[in-house]
T-cell receptor, first 113, second 113 residues
């Protein structure tokens, strides 16, 4: 079945370091891919998305490229800030309707000054 | 504009009782999804409603049910509560559920004792 495998955490980085959080997926059709972020005590917020192969989603300095050949959607940011400390979830929607998501287990990121 | 509102924020119930959680989506959003979030299982899809019809259902027992009203507000009900039902229950809404991503509420933290 459809699933998402996400890099285990927690991840601790110094401010201005480069961030990569790995995400790979398994899907039978043509899924849409998402990254969500959850700050402490809050719900999930959509960070970025890509709906077809080779699409690049970007927001707030974060980027992820939909790679069909490697079934990956890795999240990257060139220079993290303390305010980026949160839990990051990779998610897959099995088809273009997007009404059901499969989530990864989440990766906790802590950025220290 | 107002976000997705979930009530109550916190709830403590006794094993065997039943509980009803409420979700008010963003104005104009007709698709509402529910997720259960636990440390062990992560985020798991419960069900999705669109225009008062359940379009999709996750792999949960029949004790978990939901409904959507004509104003798109949604409720989920859990009967005969078990200790393992303790979790953060997240509601998410989308205009049509067509891959534009969902906006999540802050969740209802249910503790079963």
């Amino acid at each position: 079945g459809d699933s998402v495998t996400q890099m285990e955490g927690p991840v601790t980085l110094s401010e201005e370091a480069f961030l990569t959080i790995n995400c790979t997926y398994t899907a039978t059709g043509y899924p849409s891919l998402f990254w969500y972020v959850q700050y402490p005590g809050e719900g999930l917020q959509l960070l970025l998305k890509a709906t077809k192969a080779d699409d690049k989603g970007s927001n707030k300095g974060f980027e992820a490229t939909y790679r069909k050949e490697t079934t990956s959607f890795h999240l990257e940011k060139g220079s993290v800030q303390v305010s980026d400390s949160a839990v990051y979830f990779c998610a897959l929607s099995p088809d273009r309707t997007g009404n059901q998501f499969y989530f990864g287990t989440g990766t906790s990121l802590t950025v220290i000054p | 504009k107002a976000g997705v509102t979930q009530t109550p924020r916190y709830l403590i119930k006794t094993r065997g009782q039943q509980v009803t959680l409420s979700c008010s989506p963003i104005s104009g959003h007709r698709s509402v999804s529910w997720y259960q979030q636990t440390p062990g299982q992560g985020l798991q899809f419960l069900f999705e409603y669109f225009s008062e019809t359940q379009r999709n259902k996750g792999n949960f027992p029949g004790r978990f049910s939901g409904r959507q009203f004509s104003n798109s507000r949604s409720e989920m009900n859990v009967s005969t509560l078990e200790l393992g039902d303790s979790a953060l229950y997240l509601c998410a809404s989308s205009r049509t559920g067509t891959g534009d991503g969902y906006t999540f509420g802050s969740g209802t933290r249910l503790t079963v004792v």
